[in-house]
Every structure is written in structure tokens, then in C-alpha cells.
């Protein structure tokens, strides 16, 4: 696994993970929100996250990467 | 009332827009960038931009709301529902600025609006309440106290919540303890105020609303019930009247518990009490909308009367056109809730609607908010339109209904179009047998 894309397009509500940390398969990495339903958005694989490419409050597309990881 | 604001989008802005005109009122629409082709704003008099598509840039934007209905000259706004419908602020300032607030005054919006408050002012007008604590609880020991002595399952509620969001059904103690704080938090987040509260989960429950009206000059009346118990996450998704549950006697003892509660906060103008039912038709007041309520179309088929004209004459202090033993109810009416999501997993699933058609026929009222050719943005709620078909009986309503969404063009996006037929044929919903948990129990496979 690379990276993690948004399978919707929506609002960053949060961000739970930071550059450098080491997330599970299954973890929930960060929340989106779109039409005013929260949208978690999991890990598929184990890996160490590389760099957060959006912040809260960040509009993004369907297809737009959310997290690279090393 | 010559010219009226909506302070709204989609198809409710839509649907006030043909009452208007049927009135003879001119219309100013607001739109955010992302509704800027949509019906509702070809369809007003006059449309203007109010902001970027976030709701806090654009539909939530008081101050520049005001700007335009004082600029435009309009004599009164009429706020739809969601949004600023339900703002006692937004409310107060219209008046302020010499502009009538087309619903309730905003005293009685800010006693409702406090699921705690409203709760305390009922029950001390004798409506039966939910067993519960009747008062904020700030600690989770003392929340554990609380739901040991009504006995789990419980529901942890958001003092300042509505619409579903901010409840959580706690089974045990375990939990009780782990939502506790999340449930805090988000009450925090959405409605500024992380103060919770505990109710007697009620299993097996309806939840059926009895519409009311009043007007300024001390006349209320009711316009019978919807039952609304088809829902997923808390929000309705089918709503019918009347009630194919509740006995006579039972619908006529609510109607005249409604009317006490509308008379003990003087209510003026369209508004909803929601009870919940449980299986031997006792029933308890959940809380007020006071508002125009999104299944208001299925009362409207039933009774042959307009809501959103009696808001207007209500507002221009008129008094109501009819008096209750005028006003019948006839027929049988069902709404389907059209949303832009998956019909299984009910996911968000916002893009283009390349194809949106029906075929017109006595019966079927289509409100809808979005055209062929128009995009469903993620910024607003997911609702495409309102499908609301009428029979002379039930039976005959959901036969239209079937044939309705066979004869459905819809495209481009996933809707729960599909969960619908499936709703449709189902013994259990065709014999009117069924809760609040019905989607969740049925889990209905959608292909």
C-alpha cells in the first residue's frame, strides 16, 4: 500500500495520524465528512505514514490522495 | 405580504416558490456556488449568491441574509427547515429589523429547541414524557445512577440536539462508559453545549408526529398524524399518514395531547410534537418542531390543504382558514425520502445526476430539489427529492408507489430508489407491522 485516496468527495473533519507514525491495518486515520454523515476513513494495510496530505477543514475530491506512506 | 426570502435551498425553496406564486408573492432566493444551477434558483423572482458552499459561508451567514432581505425590501423570510429554521438569534433579528419570521415566535423556538427545557415544560402541562431524568447529567457516575434506576436499555441524548444526531442506545453500563465522552464531545461540536441526558429506551417503538397550526389570534388546531417510523441512523426515511398501527382511540387521545401541549407555549404557525409509541400504544412526548417539517406533503394529500399557504396567511396575521371540525382527513399518503446514497450500506454518494425522470400521473407529487443534468454536492444533506403518493386507500397507495419507482429514471448516482420496491413488497410493511428498527432488522439485499 502507497497511499490512501478518498473513495468520496467531502470535508477533512479530522486528521488522526501524523507523519512518521506507525498505523495498523484497520485503523481509522482520519474522518471526512460528507453530506452531513461522518465518514471514517481506515487503513487497508499496515505501514508507516510518510506525510498527511490534507488538513481539517480541506475540501477533497473523489480519488484525492489523503495519506502517503513510506 | 408582497415578497418574501427564503432563506433556504433545494427543493423545500422550491416547493415555497409554487405556493408563493399561487399567492401571487415574489420570491428572492439565496445559493451557495455549488446550488447555482439548481431549480430552486430559476424558479425564484429574484436569486442571489450568498457565499461558498460550506453552510457557515453561505445558507448560515445571518448577517448577510439580513443584508439582502433589507436591501430587497422583502416583508417576511421564511426559513424552510434545518438551516436557521430553528434559530431563536436569526429569528429575533429578522423581527428586529421590521421583517416577519414566517413561524413561531422566537421565545417558543428557544423553549423547544432545549430537549430538556421543552421536556420539563410538557411534562408540567401533563403530556407523558419519556422515564428519564428530566435534567442534565454531567458525570458518568451519575449517568450509571440514572440508567441503573430506569433499568437498560438507555438512550444518552444531546441536551441541544434534533434531527437524529447526538444519540446514542447504550445496552449496559460498559456501554454507557464508552460513549459517554464521545457522545459529550459531540454534543460540544454540533450544537455548542455538551450537556446529555438519559431516556428509558423504548424497544420496539413508532414514532409518529401529529402536525398542528396556530395562528395570532389563539386558534390551534391539528391536522392528524404521520407515522415516520421507517428510518436509518435515527432519520426518517418513509413517512405515512394516516398511522396503519394505531387504533381510533389511541390517534384521538394524541391529537388532543398534541393540541394541549401546542396551548401551553401558546404556539403560533406550522408546527410537529413527536411521540414515540411502544407496543401498547402508550405513547410520550419526544420533542416539538418548530418548523415546516420535511414529510409535511403527506398531511397536505390527506387533507387537501396547503402548509406553506397557511404559514404565509399565519404570518400576515390572518386567522387559520379553517376551524377543526372543517378540517378531514382522506385517503392515504406515502412519502419516500430520495437520497443520494448507497441503498445498502446508506453511504453518501454525492456526483452528477445524469437522468432524473417519472412519469407524471394523478396521485404522484414529486418535490424535488435537483434536475437531470445537475450535480448532488457533498455540502448539503443527501436528500434528491421527495416522492409522495396518494391512494384512496393504503393498499392502493402502495400499489402507485411500486409502479412509481418501476417507471423511475434515475441515474448517474446511487440512490436507495431500490431499497424502496424492496420496502414495498414486504409483508411485514404491507400489514403496516413495523418499529423504528425495521431497516436494521430486515438488512434488505439490494442489487
Request: aromatic letters at 8%.
Amino acid at each position: 500500500m502507497k497511499e490512501i485516496t478518498s473513495s468520496m468527495a467531502g470535508t477533512v473533519l479530522n486528521v488522526l495520524v501524523e507523519a512518521g507514525q506507525e498505523v495498523n491495518a484497520g485503523q481509522e486515520v482520519l474522518m471526512l465528512e460528507s453530506m452531513k454523515m461522518e465518514i471514517p476513513v481506515e487503513s487497508e494495510a499496515a505501514g508507516k505514514v510518510a506525510e498527511v496530505k490534507v488538513s481539517i477543514g480541506d475540501f477533497v475530491n473523489e480519488g484525492d490522495v489523503l495519506i502517503v506512506f513510506e | 405580504m408582497r415578497k418574501i426570502l427564503i432563506a433556504n435551498r433545494g427543493e423545500i425553496a422550491l416547493r415555497i416558490i409554487k405556493t408563493c406564486r399561487e399567492m401571487e408573492i415574489e420570491t428572492v432566493a439565496i445559493y451557495s456556488d455549488a446550488d447555482k444551477d439548481l431549480p430552486f434558483v430559476k424558479e425564484a423572482t429574484y436569486a442571489f449568491r450568498i457565499g461558498e458552499p460550506p453552510v457557515n459561508k453561505s445558507y448560515l451567514k445571518t448577517e448577510a441574509i439580513l443584508e439582502i432581505a433589507k436591501r430587497e425590501n422583502v416583508d417576511g423570510i421564511h426559513p424552510g427547515y434545518g438551516f436557521l429554521s430553528e434559530n431563536a438569534v436569526f429569528a429575533r433579528s429578522v423581527i428586529n429589523a421590521g421583517i416577519a419570521f414566517i413561524g413561531p415566535d422566537p421565545e417558543t423556538i428557544e423553549l423547544m429547541g432545549d430537549k430538556i427545557v421543552s421536556r420539563n415544560t410538557m411534562k408540567e402541562a401533563g403530556v407523558p414524557v419519556v422515564p428519564g431524568s428530566g435534567e442534565g447529567t454531567s458525570t458518568l457516575e451519575e449517568a450509571c445512577r440514572l440508567a441503573d434506576s430506569m433499568g437498560y436499555p438507555v438512550m444518552l441524548k444531546a441536551s441541544g440536539g434534533g434531527g437524529g444526531i447526538g444519540m446514542v442506545r447504550c445496552e449496559n453500563e460498559q456501554a454507557l462508559a464508552k460513549s459517554f465522552d464521545s457522545t459529550k464531545a459531540r454534543a460540544k461540536a454540533y450544537f455548542g453545549s455538551d450537556e446529555v441526558f438519559i431516556e428509558k429506551y423504548i424497544e420496539n417503538a413508532r414514532h409518529v408526529e401529529i402536525q398542528v397550526f396556530g395562528d395570532h389570534h389563539g386558534n390551534i388546531v391539528h391536522l392528524f398524524e404521520r407515522d415516520c417510523s421507517i428510518q436509518r441512523r435515527h432519520q426518517k426515511v418513509v413517512e405515512e399518514s394516516p398511522s396503519p398501527f394505531l387504533s381510533e382511540q389511541t390517534k384521538q387521545k394524541m391529537y388532543e395531547t398534541a393540541l394541549t401541549a401546542a396551548k401551553a407555549v401558546n404556539y403560533k404557525n406550522a408546527g410537529t410534537i413527536e411521540f414515540i409509541v411502544d407496543e401498547q400504544e402508550n405513547f410520550y412526548f419526544l420533542e416539538m418542531n418548530t418548523r415546516l417539517q420535511v414529510e409535511h406533503p403527506v398531511t397536505e394529500q390527506v387533507t387537501g390543504l396547503d402548509l406553506v399557504e397557511w404559514q404565509l396567511l399565519a404570518a400576515r396575521g390572518e386567522k387559520l382558514p379553517l376551524q377543526q371540525n372543517s378540517i378531514k382527513q382522506a385517503g392515504h399518503s406515502i412519502e419516500f425520502r430520495l437520497y443520494a446514497e448507497d441503498p445498502v450500506s446508506f453511504m453518501p454518494s454525492p456526483g452528477k445526476l445524469s437522468k432524473f425522470e417519472w412519469k407524471d400521473t394523478p396521485g404522484i407529487r414529486v418535490d424535488y430539489g435537483y434536475a437531470s443534468n445537475t450535480a448532488v454536492s457533498p455540502f448539503y444533506d443527501p436528500m434528491i427529492a421527495k416522492c409522495i403518493i396518494y391512494g384512496q386507500s393504503r393498499d392502493e397507495a402502495i400499489e402507485n408507489a411500486l409502479q412509481f419507482f418501476e417507471g423511475l429514471g434515475i441515474e448517474g448516482i446511487k440512490t436507495n430508489a431500490p431499497l424502496f420496491k424492496e420496502i414495498l413488497k414486504d409483508e411485514d410493511f404491507r400489514k403496516g407491522n413495523y418499529s423504528t428498527s425495521f431497516l436494521a432488522k430486515k438488512a434488505f439485499a439490494v442489487n
